[in-house]
């Protein structure tokens, strides 16, 4: 899975619950790519690396196509 965020400017409750919901299919998924370029979403990445049960690795908006081949290739973690 590839999880990007690009424009930000707000929360809303609709779009948490959403994302709540896509949260209990977080295992059928090999690995989650996190490709965001603000600083707390980065140290949110790591975050959530160090306790999911599947390989999560934050890239820079800059660096999606590196995210996408990260997540085609089983082989590294």
């Not at 949110?44 to 908006?61: D, E, I, N, Q, T």
């Amino acid at each position: 899975m590839l999880v990007q965020f690009d424009r930000m400017t707000g929360i809303e409750p609709e779009a948490i619950w959403d994302d709540l919901k896509l949260a209990r299919h977080i295992l059928d998924f090999g690995r989650m790519a996190i490709v965001a370029d603000r600083e707390w979403i980065r140290r949110f990445a790591g975050m959530v690396s160090a306790v999911a049960p599947k390989p999560v690795r934050h890239f820079p908006l800059a660096d999606e196509d590196a995210a996408w081949r990260w997540l085609r290739d089983e082989a590294t973690a």
